[in-house]
């Protein structure tokens, strides 16, 4: 008797797929650049996002190992990117102050310039292809879909804790919670984007941008605030920048909260998962 080959896991051949798409314009060995660092960041976030789909069936042990090893490689990237956005989110920030206020800020400039030269010279990332081939590897070998319903199931969950964190943050007003709820919402964003039909999802799909978005912008400001905070506040030449820079920080994470919360009350109002796979 033949025996009946297995069904290819939906979910792995897209996570598979993903990787391609990343590594397409990066030759083996070769150096990643800017674009190459954020593609490959994207797709961990993605890849992270797809394992929660398995959360029905498979140990959370099994899925976490997979999930940590993706961290890893995306975190082994994050110094670098992280030093170069305080410096975009300090250009943009102090276009609020006056002008005399503005020209005081370039020392600051100069001490955060000279943090990011620092941790490019700190950063060693992993090679990309090489852990993207370790991962799903891994991934194939101890992730299986146990029943055809599963993927809903897991979309069903994703959409669950995301809404529970942005009741959360709204009613704590935590930046940490907001951080994690930013997680999870992309986790459905992206799960969305693969299971459900496009033009019945489009709507919500939109709005899971626009809330990645500004909760990106929120993080970005967090992770400037917590630098001026360490490192720029043991500096006396920089007290004065820094001051000032921290309050018009406090004024717009506040107005990032806003805009967060309308999006929450229009994405998350229902108890469950208000889309369905295709």
Not at 14 to 28: D, E, F, G, I
Not at 106 to 134: C, I, M, R, Y
Not at 218 to 242: M, W
Request: proline fraction near 5%.
């Amino acid at each position: 008797m033949k025996q009946t080959a297995a069904k290819p896991d939906p979910i792995f051949t897209s996570a598979r797929k993903q990787v391609r798409k990343a590594l397409k314009a990066l030759p083996a060995g070769a150096t990643p650049g800017d674009e190459d660092i954020h593609a490959i960041r994207v797709c961990s976030k993605k890849l992270r996002a797809l394992l929660q789909l398995y959360r029905p069936g498979c140990a959370k042990a099994d899925i976490k190992q997979v999930e940590q090893r993706l961290k890893r490689l995306a975190a082994s990237y994050a110094g670098l990117r992280d030093a170069h956005v305080q410096e975009k989110t300090l250009a943009r920030l102090i276009t609020r102050l006056p002008p005399q206020g503005q020209s005081e800020i370039q020392p600051l400039f100069a001490h955060l310039a000279a943090a990011a030269s620092k941790a490019g010279h700190q950063v060693a990332p992993e090679d990309p292809h090489q852990g993207f081939a370790e991962i799903l590897a891994d991934w194939q070998a101890n992730l299986k879909l146990k029943h055809r319903k599963d993927p809903g199931k897991g979309l069903d969950y994703t959409y669950r804790r995301a809404r529970s964190l942005a009741l959360e943050a709204h009613e704590s007003g935590e930046d940490e919670i907001y951080h994690q709820c930013r997680k999870w919402s992309k986790y459905y964003l992206y799960q969305a984007q693969l299971l459900c039909d496009r033009k019945i999802a489009k709507a919500s799909i939109e709005l899971l941008k626009q809330l990645g978005e500004q909760l990106g912008q929120f993080q970005d400001h967090c992770v400037l605030e917590d630098s001026l905070q360490g490192e720029a506040a043991q500096v006396p030449e920089l007290s004065t920048s820094v001051t000032q820079v921290l309050a018009v920080l406090e004024e717009q994470k506040q107005a990032d909260k806003e805009q967060v919360r309308r999006l929450f009350e229009q994405l998350y109002q229902q108890p469950h998962v208000p889309l369905s796979c295709k």
